[in-house]
């Protein structure tokens, strides 16, 4: 549910959570319950967070990914 909320694929206001404008369930444990009982609509999520990283991954060897040698660490000679 939570990495749901982070890529943007579950929203959350208050403590409610929904997915495409379905509520899911007042706070996170409800939501989990919902998502046991409803495994279509967890499924559906788990594919929208899959091609979200993939997507992520995607943009990450589009921009170079390790190469380029801006890794964080100075080479040493």
Same mark, same amino acid.
């Given at each position: 549910?939570?990495?749901?909320? @982070?890529?943007?694929?579950?929203? @959350? #206001?208050?403590?409610? *959570?929904?997915?495409? #404008? /379905?509520?899911?369930? /007042?706070?996170? $444990?409800?939501? @989990?319950? *919902?998502?046991?009982?409803?495994?279509?609509?967890?499924?559906?999520?788990?594919?929208?967070?899959? /091609?979200?990283?993939?997507?992520?991954? $995607? @943009? *990450?060897?589009?921009? %170079? %990914? #390790?190469?380029?040698?801006?890794? %964080? *660490?100075?080479?040493?000679?």
């Amino acid at each position: 549910v939570d990495l749901g909320v @982070k890529a943007g694929v579950v929203e @959350k #206001s208050g403590a409610w *959570f929904s997915y495409n #404008s /379905q509520r899911l369930g /007042q706070g996170r $444990e409800n939501a @989990k319950l *919902f998502l046991r009982d409803n495994p279509d609509t967890a499924r559906e999520i788990e594919l929208a967070l899959r /091609q979200n990283a993939g997507l992520i991954a $995607e @943009k *990450f060897l589009e921009n %170079g %990914g #390790s190469e380029g040698g801006d890794d %964080g *660490f100075e080479d040493e000679a």
